[in-house]
């Protein structure tokens, strides 16, 4: 068996590029042990979970808002509105059922995974 000081003395006869190759080598087999491993479903939620809407519908759904609280919303922007609240909607409800699966999974409340990820609960408009 090898002792512990063998491989230092191996280490001191290296040169300077072999030495911070092996650093470099040694710090990605740490990195690699310590870093969270995820699962293929884990990885798949947590893409939908940080997806968010289409910057153009988003950008769309407050100039509509806009209309609507300066009441100047015509009846075919209303409907539009109310499409692109629906569609924001069903994107919430998949996140918030991802969201309950990933807690499942990591077997802790849903408002501790929310905190861990730092996911604030939005507000209503």
């Known amino acids: 068996m090898m002792s512990l000081d063998e491989p230092f003395e191996a280490i001191d006869e290296l040169s300077e590029v072999d030495l911070e190759n092996l650093v470099d080598r040694a710090l990605l087999v740490r990195a690699r042990r310590k870093a969270p491993v995820l699962t293929a479903k884990e990885?798949?939620?947590?893409?939908?979970?940080?997806?968010?809407?289409?910057?153009?519908?988003?950008?769309?759904?407050?100039?509509?808002?806009?209309?609507?609280?300066?009441?100047?919303?015509?009846?075919?922007?209303?409907?539009?509105?109310?499409?692109?609240?629906?569609?924001?909607?069903?994107?919430?409800?998949?996140?918030?059922?991802?969201?309950?699966?990933?807690a499942a999974i990591r077997q802790v409340p849903l408002l501790k995974l929310m905190d861990d990820l730092g996911i604030q609960n939005p507000g209503v408009r």
Not at 60 to 73: A, C, H, N, S
């Open 43 to 102: 990885t798949e939620l947590l893409l939908e979970i940080n997806q968010g809407i289409a910057t153009e519908l988003g950008d769309r759904y407050q100039v509509l808002l806009k209309k609507r609280d300066d009441e100047t919303l015509g009846e075919t922007e209303y409907a539009e509105l109310l499409e692109i609240s629906n569609q924001i909607e069903g994107f919430g409800v998949r996140r918030v059922e991802a969201l309950s699966k990933l």
